[in-house]
């Protein structure tokens, strides 16, 4: 394909299929088919070879073996071709320039040594395009090869003509340079300078275009070779090294200091740090103990690891991320669609302007060199490359730079949707907060030492795996300190823990339970438990020897960037809401902490869906983030969901953008780039249209040479590829 009239016509073709319905993306050179069960492949293809093009399988990434479409691997450079042609056809066509525009320089028969130079650039240089304009030709179509093509190959007539049926083959021939069209017959003209020059800055901005579009899409080929190629599995306890491509779901590998984590897995020896900012832009690395999970192509920062295979190949995430983004990077906005069918129509109507302002011209009498220059300069000008560049570079760059800083966009529909909200619904547990409980203070009473009522309390609590009691027994554990085993433990359900530790009978829980042992609460553990109450946490009393002792508090911590990712979205001009299945208590605490005015509280999960709809209702356009599956329903009403990458699947698959790292910031971050990458479609689409619209009436009226028009035009695709590779120093 050669410009988005290519793309244009192949979907066209692909979407009269009975049940087809295609996107054919001219920047990726990807064709994205939805078609019936039982559609036979080598129909697609035949419709796709009948106009004139080829098909190939594209290359699946190297760490989802037969997965879907990847980027093209980086290889040798396919530009190379496309270089040697234009560095051949420069070097023949600059002395042809000089000597068209100085005067000074036109010696006897220059004319001829012109020529002599200038016909290998316009017959070879050019061969592409007038070979896709003869393909495009037998199939009964035109596209932007067929301008070039046309413009080039006039432009050497005339001169043939004129020099050897002119004035112009005379060896004392002298010929000026003007911007504009030379008015008067002029057989003595030639355009040979034309011809060779505008061939040349044609396949300049080809390979500039090449270029770009490579690097474009060098975000997401780095993003998909970021898997470690080999892993050691253990086998009977001996570390082994295989390749990636052969681990199995169940099989345990070790992952020492500095090494990438193969795949996606449970932690199930040792402690570490993981550094995963490769994967999702987050700077700082976590750190992992036995039970946590840790992502594929994340590097272990810290000590030995040893880790329990719980997805691979195509099922882990860097693979799930790189599928996602190669899909949105098919896709096309509502913007692009406008602009294909405008270039659809475009050059059937350049060439009749270009045949009218002909007419014209030899109407007006003013002579056929007028005529035929002001034709020519508008079959050059008018190329609509730029149009069919505009947007599908810019979202390739943007969806590239998403993926590099763990925000995943779903499809280019939804940049129109982050330039149109006003709310953000905010799921309380698991986005705004950690999702797990944690201690967060110790209150004892008058005479009692923290550190061992800490102590005797965590190793009752850990004989426990309920929540409350896994939060103080690791609160203990974080601050060092060595847990005892209870005898005589027993659980009652929904009030307390019991047990004997060195010799005290320890009792921890609820009031009540307390009151059941003749534990009563002094005024100061009193105060501290209406305090907690208060605001909204979860507070655990405990005693032994016939005395109560402490109050721990037990809450769902807020993270740490929660308040600044609020300040950043108010910033985008977002009015945050707090939604959560807590009391109105514990949700107007976290809310004050916050900032946030608006909460709705007490929502069971079936009825966030109606919340969602309830603001609709209201005239906002609302977003929703959230991490659960009973977050999906309310993700998938939503104008724009984000889902928190450290939620489920099911929420990931209902959401618009997927936020990798799990930090509210990046759902600012997200909305951000996506207005950004909305914004440069919008400039590249307005100089792609306004260069075109100012353009043509100027080479119909003569006020420009075809030289400068095909200059201008190679600039037009250039600048519009560059515009958007801007959006690779977004931060």
């Given amino acids: 394909m050669t410009c988005a009239s290519c793309a244009n016509r192949i979907e066209r073709r692909l979407n009269k299929l009975d049940g087809v319905s295609a996107s054919v993306n001219y920047a990726t050179e990807n064709a994205h088919v939805v078609a019936p069960a039982g559609t036979d492949l080598d129909r697609l293809v035949a419709e796709v070879e009948a106009a004139g093009y080829g098909v190939r399988e594209p290359a699946p990434p190297s760490n989802a073996p037969g997965e879907g479409p990847g980027p093209e691997p980086e290889g040798p450079d396919p530009t190379r071709a496309l270089r040697d042609r234009l560095a051949i056809s420069?070097?023949?066509t600059l002395p042809v320039?000089?000597?068209?525009?100085?005067?000074?320089?036109?010696?006897?028969?220059?004319?001829w040594l012109s020529l002599t130079l200038a016909a290998p650039v316009v017959v070879w240089g050019a061969w592409p395009f007038h070979r896709a304009a003869w393909v495009n030709l037998r199939h009964g179509a035109a596209t932007m090869d067929t301008l070039i093509s046309v413009g080039t190959l006039a432009a050497l007539g005339w001169s043939l003509y004129a020099l050897f049926f002119g004035g112009a083959g005379e060896p004392s021939m002298r010929m000026p340079f003007e911007l504009t069209v030379q008015r008067g017959e002029g057989d003595h003209h030639i355009y040979l300078e034309v011809a060779a020059g505008v061939t040349v800055f044609i396949l300049a901005g080809r390979y500039f275009e090449a270029?770009?579009?490579?690097?474009?899409?060098?975000?997401?080929?780095?993003?998909?070779?970021?898997?470690?190629?080999?892993?050691?599995?253990l086998r009977?306890?001996?570390?082994?090294?295989?390749?990636?491509?052969?681990?199995?779901?169940?099989?345990?590998?070790?992952?020492r200091p500095g090494e990438k984590i193969a795949t996606d897995g449970v932690v199930t020896e040792g402690t570490s740090a993981v550094d995963a900012s490769l994967l999702t832009g987050e700077s700082v690395p976590v750190e992992v103990a036995p039970g946590d999970a840790v992502m594929g192509a994340t590097v272990n920062a810290g000590g030995r690891l040893v880790v329990r295979a719980t997805r691979v190949g195509a099922d882990t995430a860097l693979a799930q991320i790189g599928r996602l983004v190669t899909e949105a990077q098919s896709g096309k906005a509502p913007v692009q669609r406008l602009a294909d069918r405008v270039s659809g129509v475009f050059v059937p109507v350049v060439i009749t302007l270009a045949a009218a302002t002909l007419g014209f011209w030899l109407g007006t009498g003013e002579g056929a060199t007028a005529a035929f220059t002001a034709a020519v300069a508008v079959l050059i000008i008018a190329c609509p490359c730029a149009l069919g560049l505009a947007t599908p570079t810019a979202l390739l760059v943007g969806t590239g730079r998403g993926a590099q800083m763990g925000i995943v966009i779903k499809g280019p529909e939804i940049l129109e949707s982050t330039r149109r909200v006003d709310t953000i619904v905010l799921d309380k547990t698991g986005t705004v907060t950690t999702g797990h409980m944690a201690l967060v203070e110790v209150?004892?009473?008058?005479?009692?030492?923290?550190?061992?009522?800490?102590?005797?309390?965590?190793?009752?609590?850990?004989?426990?795996?309920?929540?409350?009691?896994?939060a103080i027994a690791d609160g203990a554990r974080r601050e060092q300190m060595a847990l005892t085993a209870p005898s005589d433990f027993a659980n009652t359900q929904g009030l307390g823990v019991q047990g004997v530790v060195d010799g005290h009978a320890v009792v921890a829980g609820r009031e009540r339970f307390m009151a059941d042992w003749g534990l009563h609460l002094p005024a100061e553990l009193t105060a501290a438990k209406?305090?907690?109450?208060a605001a909204g946490r979860t507070p655990v009393l405990a005693g032994w020897d016939g005395r109560a002792r402490a109050v721990l508090v037990v809450a769902d911590t807020?993270?740490?960037?929660?308040?600044?990712?609020?300040?950043?979205?108010?910033?985008?001009?977002?009015?945050?809401?707090?939604?959560?299945?807590?009391?109105?208590?514990?949700?107007?605490?976290v809310a004050a902490q916050l900032g946030i005015d608006e909460v709705v509280a007490e929502v069971l999960p079936e009825d966030k869906v109606m919340v969602v709809r309830r603001l609709q209702d209201e005239g906002r356009v609302v977003a929703m983030a959230g991490d659960g599956v009973n977050d999906a329903a309310a993700l998938a009403q939503s104008d724009l969901g984000l889902a928190m990458g450290t939620g489920t699947d099911v929420a990931i698959e209902a959401s618009d953008l997927t936020l990798v790292r799990g930090d509210l910031t990046a759902a600012a971050d997200a909305i951000r780039l996506s207005r950004r990458t909305l914004g440069t479609i919008k400039a590249n689409l307005?100089?792609?249209?306004?260069?075109?619209?100012?353009?043509?009436?100027l080479a119909a009226a003569g006020l420009l040479n075809p030289l400068i028009a095909g200059a201008a035009m190679a600039f037009s695709s250039v600048f519009v590829v560059s515009n958007s590779l801007r959006l690779r120093r977004f931060r």
């Fill in 90 to 92: 420069a070097a023949l």
């Fill in 236 to 255: 009977d306890g001996v570390e082994v090294r295989i390749p990636t491509d052969d681990l199995r779901v169940g099989d345990h590998f070790v992952v």
């Fill in 686 to 697: 307005f100089w792609a249209f306004a260069y075109n619209v100012a353009a043509i009436p």
């Fill in 211 to 233: 270029r770009a579009k490579r690097r474009s899409g060098a975000a997401l080929r780095a993003l998909l070779e970021l898997g470690a190629k080999d892993v050691a599995v």
């Fill in 97 to 111: 320039l000089l000597m068209s525009m100085v005067p000074a320089l036109q010696f006897d028969n220059w004319q």
């Fill in 558 to 589: 807020i993270k740490p960037t929660s308040a600044e990712a609020i300040r950043q979205l108010r910033s985008l001009g977002l009015a945050p809401v707090l939604l959560t299945g807590d009391n109105q208590r514990a949700a107007g605490a």
């Fill in 443 to 470: 209150v004892v009473a008058d005479g009692e030492d923290r550190g061992e009522v800490l102590r005797l309390v965590a190793s009752v609590e850990d004989a426990s795996e309920h929540p409350i009691a896994r």
């Fill in 530 to 533: 209406e305090a907690a109450e």
